[in-house]
């Protein structure tokens, strides 16, 4: 009996789907989860939306970059990044229909030490500055790199940035890490292997022994001088003339299985054709010489939440099979020949069954994504160069919204509308694959902490004898403290480096049940 005197909270459990509201919330900006100790972590890391200034003394400097981007090369400018100036550095346009369109308002690859060799930003030699011309919401690319950041496979970390040329507001952007060296370094740990992007259209079919038959498909984009495509070529070889009843085991021996359907989960969840989902491009495979295996890297999301739509409405998107492969059959051997495995097919349900009870869902992403605009609200509002107009801004946040002139289609998914209508349709298809989503249990179990606020000793009631794991995090995502109890149990939060507001997650393995509490600790 808890005496009446004593602040506590009360909280029901819900067996399979994690009410993970609160944690979401916390990481509006930063999908970090350790103290900064690798390069752009402080950058990437920051719930800001950065200054980037680009100061060209060229006196034609824009005919410069529109000459620089038909031959892929860098011309000189000063980058100032929050008040930090790295001097002539590399700037030059990028991308494909992002850059085909009349705007001014173009994206941008900066290189720090273009021309002075060494010369970094929190140890980045790189960052893309992306456009947002299909998004009003500007959120699209950022909601998809943190939730595979928070998923824990390879991808580039996103923030925000306001940019200005030459001192002129040039608008809101999104800033993508670019995958060099220093990328691979940071997730992989090491950065020696072949790095290819699969672009122009990396479909991964077998085009036989020789490496010449890869290069119109594929860019190697880490030891170029030894330019040897071996490794692909094997990987490629074993993927398409394996018999599919052994190929998962085989595939895992040459290629990170396990971490890939994650990633393709994901891609599904977010109907994110434009990738070798749907047009077969847009990623990385790095041989990690660590593993001897290669890895998927997702790159360039902005056209998540269903914007390449490939002929299909609205209600197609957001009703996309979970083993979706485009037409004609055979373009996607990666996916189309692991779907006639029944284990894979099952594999993936059950990663998709995790993601759309834990993670995917408007009760998980609504307090982020209302974080996330609280934040860029004015920068959007400010940016006079932007695609779409602030009521399209607003709109688009809940609800699909049609847009004349919009490259590739003018009715654009709304960021929570597509969150509900997606996580529904995948839940549905999900039970025939022995998955139930957002069932709670018909008996929940009751558990209490107190006193909440409070410091010193957080006292949990509940089931004697049962036994929990418990994770610590602050408002920045940044892990605490952890450990496990059995009920009745304590957590001592003298030992938290600050007072303030903090997400404790429970969990119980028994019974597959978890939570996250808010506590205040004063």
């Excluded at 890939?260 to 990385?284: E, M, P, Q, V």
């Excluded at 004609?328 to 993936?348: C, D, I, M, W």
């Excluded at 349900?349 to 009760?363: G, K, P, R, T």
Aim: proline share 4%; net charge neutral; aromatic share 14%.
């Amino acid at each position: 009996m808890i005496a009446p005197e004593r602040s506590f909270i009360s909280f029901n459990l819900i067996g399979g789907c994690s009410r993970f509201i609160l944690l979401f919330a916390a990481l509006c900006i930063s999908p970090l989860y350790t103290q900064a100790q690798n390069a752009g972590d402080l950058f990437f890391g920051a719930a800001t939306v950065h200054e980037i200034r680009l100061t060209f003394h060229q006196n034609q400097y824009w005919d410069s970059l529109t000459a620089g981007y038909a031959n892929d090369v860098y011309i000189k400018a000063d980058v100032e990044i929050d008040g930090s100036m790295l001097a002539n550095s590399g700037a030059k346009f990028k991308g494909n229909s992002s850059y085909n369109n009349p705007s001014n308002k173009k994206s941008f690859k900066l290189d720090f030490n273009e021309y002075i060799p060494g010369q970094k930003y929190n140890g980045l030699k790189k960052l893309n500055l992306n456009n947002c011309f299909k998004d009003p919401t500007f959120l699209r690319e950022k909601l998809m790199l943190d939730f595979l950041g928070h998923r824990g496979v390879p991808a580039p970390r996103c923030t925000y940035a306001e940019l200005y040329i030459n001192n002129v507001r040039w608008g809101l952007y999104t800033v993508v890490e670019e995958i060099d060296k220093t990328f691979l370094k940071r997730v992989f740990n090491e950065d020696k292997g072949n790095n290819f992007k699969g672009d122009p259209s990396g479909d991964l079919k077998w085009l036989g022994p020789a490496a010449s038959n890869y290069y119109p498909k594929y860019e190697l984009k880490t030891n170029e001088t030894l330019n040897n495509w071996n490794d692909l070529i094997l990987f490629i070889n074993k993927l398409n003339m394996t018999s599919t009843a052994v190929l998962p085991d085989t595939l895992a021996n040459y290629f990170n299985l396990e971490e890939y359907y994650t990633t393709w989960a994901s891609h599904i969840l977010f109907s994110n054709l434009d990738s070798y989902l749907g047009s077969g491009h847009n990623y990385y495979v790095y041989h990690d010489s660590l593993s001897n295996k290669f890895r998927f890297i997702t790159w360039d999301v902005n056209e998540a939440f269903g914007n390449f739509n490939m002929g299909m409405n609205v209600s197609q998107i957001e009703s996309l099979s979970i083993f979706f492969t485009p037409n004609p059959a055979g373009n996607r051997p990666l996916h189309e020949r692991l779907l006639q495995n029944n284990s894979v097919k099952q594999r993936l349900a059950d990663e998709l069954c995790a993601m759309v009870n834990y993670d995917f869902s408007i009760w998980t992403l609504e307090n982020k994504i209302d974080s996330l605009v609280t934040v860029i609200r004015p920068y959007v509002y400010a940016d006079n160069l932007k695609f779409f107009s602030n009521q399209n801004f607003e709109d688009n946040i809940d609800q699909t919204i049609t847009v004349s002139g919009v490259p590739g289609g003018n009715t654009l998914p709304g960021i929570k509308s597509f969150l509900i209508n997606r996580r529904n349709s995948v839940a549905t298809q999900l039970a025939a694959w022995s998955c139930t989503v957002g069932v709670e249990d018909a008996n929940p179990t009751e558990l209490t902490a107190f006193p909440n606020p409070g410091n010193g000793m957080l006292q949990i009631l509940g089931p004697e004898g049962s036994s929990w794991d418990y994770s610590v995090f602050d408002l920045n995502g940044k892990k605490m403290s952890g450990g496990q109890f059995l009920l009745p149990g304590r957590i001592n939060t003298e030992s938290w480096d600050s007072n303030g507001l903090f997400l404790i997650r429970f969990n119980n393995q028994q019974t597959n049940s978890s939570y996250v509490v808010k506590f205040l600790k004063l």
